[in-house]
């Protein structure tokens, strides 16, 4: 390890902040404090959201998004205040009474939650924290939504892009709606065989946090559209229709946060600039590194075992009785780390793998990681 | 006049940028991108929503609030994306069956128009635009929310805090919901006399859309729990009862908008070092001005005829046909105005009176104003 070691020492030396390792809020992407401030000089914040300036920003951004991650021009992309609150969304526009939920970890479960909370008929195929799915998964007949968390933030399982079109073709009626909140840029999904899929910005892109990403196709738009028909409350300013009234328009139904759209389309281009490919071939690398590393480790080790499942963008380590004296050693070198989730707390700690996340940042994490020892 | 003259040539030579007086997203607070500045300084996108340097700013924030606003310890204050999401986060939670709405313009018409969606059996009492409500108004039986308007932006009407304390005299039984999106901080409510009220922070804060704040008494909190008990959905992770689990440990249920809310806790004690009375005595000079400049003017008037109704804070006036060069007039002096809302586009223009308007700036409108000649 003696390569990475050497340049871990000028990288010492330039860094003067610490490198956040969170899965979300995480490491800003570099260039979004200098974005920030030509958007102050720009009047950005004053903007009107119906003026002519406003609808070139989201019509940039949403052009952008779709170059980055390949979607399809019969996909709408709409704005909201959160992930969170498209779990909601979701529920409220392409639900009537049954929705079922793939479940292994913390936000999955909340996916699930969230439609029994809205009063609907959900079911779950549940397996243990730390586990993927296998292709032979059955489904309840009559689901209306398979709602699938692509990338478990709170265990780091990651589901590959295959399986969620497998599971499509098994189950054409149903609408598939993929969770990859803390994935996203990195998967690549094949969009015939998704309905929706969301994320939000203050993981993957790097962003001040306060904007979820719904992207949806017309499938989604007619089943809001026939639940209203039908009777059913589908929200209000935030259905499907409403959004897609204001989207055509390159416009939101409220006062949006203008300024984190202006950011998101900033960076969206820088993202374009460096390549999705190079973006996509350093995050396999960083991760690469970080596994072997805690493969090999004496006092650690990773929390998904099945390589199938090792998510490439939230990294979760076994630390054990050592998880406070690992984030102290990572802490005074610069570099800290997210803690394990929820009752992991006390013997996780993850490793959010973003495009902020330089390579050079891994090869000194997987450095010092490599320099703990057990006390 | 010359007085207010003199003393642009000054601020003409001072000013590099436009001033916008659009009633929102309106100009920032003079100290905004400072803060934001120092906010990317201190890594505050990148703190996790859930350690304790947010639960801090959080705390920061609501007692602020509370110190400018003259918020009672027992109201809660909660975050949303929006103002817009509070019209429908009120019905969800505060409404079985019927709430009532006091309309006199577009978005009190927006409020009962949520009621609707979400299917409940809104009733309203309509005046014509520019118009406000006298005090003998009958609010039906079985009321369980009056949502009152305080400060229509669409049409620049506002409604006396008195007026509203009167109301809930009359009808003890409704909870009484107040819209102050447009006019805080300037009003001052009696909080025994309201059960909420809201506001966004692009209008009289200052500050870059995306944050919604919600101001609610414990009545609020159980009648969302009663109509959770009897089986109602009242939402997700923005019910009141959710929102309360969260703000009880300074938390939030979602990863919100975290540099939005640093930057309403400086804006906030930027005030409140200014004075909040300091800042109403400001607010009412700048009216009194521009209503008396309108008043006297020959080719535009004030659009709210009875002084009792004319916005403090949003002042609509009648452009008529001298719309576009009258707006042109004053931008051409680096004087924005906001145009006319929906069907008064070309009628009529609006100016926001917020604590980021200088008395100087208002001074330098009205000289301009007149200064306008009928082409």
Not at 37 to 48: C, D, H, K, N
Not at 357 to 368: A, F
Request: aromatic share 10%.
């Amino acid at each position: 390890m003696y390569f990475f070691r050497k340049r871990r020492l000028v990288l010492q030396t330039l860094m003067k902040h610490h490198v956040t390792f969170s899965p979300g809020p995480s490491q800003l992407y570099f260039t979004v404090a200098d974005h920030a401030r030509q958007a102050f000089r720009e009047g950005v914040p004053s903007l009107s959201h119906r003026s002519g300036n406003f609808q070139s920003i989201v019509r940039e951004t949403k052009a952008g998004l779709r170059q980055l991650l390949g979607i399809p021009s019969d996909f709408h992309i709409f704005f909201t205040g959160s992930a969170t609150e498209i779990f909601e969304r979701t529920i409220e526009n392409l639900v009537a009474e049954r929705s079922h939920h793939l479940v292994n970890g913390a936000f999955s479960k909340r996916f699930y939650d969230t439609a029994v909370q809205l009063k609907k008929n959900a079911t779950m195929s549940e397996v243990p924290y730390g586990k993927g799915f296998e292709s032979d998964l059955s489904i309840p007949g009559e689901t209306e939504v398979i709602a699938i968390t692509q990338n478990e933030t709170s265990t780091g399982v990651q589901l590959d892009p295959r399986f969620i079109a497998a599971l499509k073709e098994n189950n054409p009626d149903a609408l598939v709606v993929v969770d990859a909140v803390s994935s996203l840029p990195y998967p690549k999904f094949n969009f015939e065989r998704i309905d929706a899929v969301f994320f939000s910005v203050q993981k993957g892109f790097g962003l001040p946090a306060g904007l979820g990403i719904w992207i949806v196709n017309e499938k989604c738009i007619e089943k809001s559209e026939s639940l209203l028909s039908r009777g059913y409350s589908v929200g209000s300013f935030h259905s499907l229709p409403s959004l897609k009234a204001n989207g055509t328009k390159d416009q939101t139904p409220e006062t949006p946060n203008v300024l984190g759209i202006y950011l998101l389309n900033q960076v969206t281009q820088d993202l374009l600039r460096r390549g999705i490919d190079v973006i996509r071939r350093e995050t396999d690398y960083k991760a690469v590194i970080l596994y072997e590393c805690l493969r090999q480790h004496k006092a650690m080790g990773p929390f998904v075992e099945d390589p199938r499942f090792q998510s490439r963008t939230v990294i979760v380590a076994n630390t054990g009785q050592h998880t406070a004296s690992i984030a102290q050693h990572l802490r005074k070198h610069g570099l800290d780390p997210g803690e394990g989730y929820g009752s992991f707390k006390n013997s996780q700690l993850r490793f959010g793998n973003f495009p902020a996340h330089s390579k050079e940042q891994y090869e000194m994490l997987v450095d010092i990681l490599n320099t703990f020892e057990r006390p």
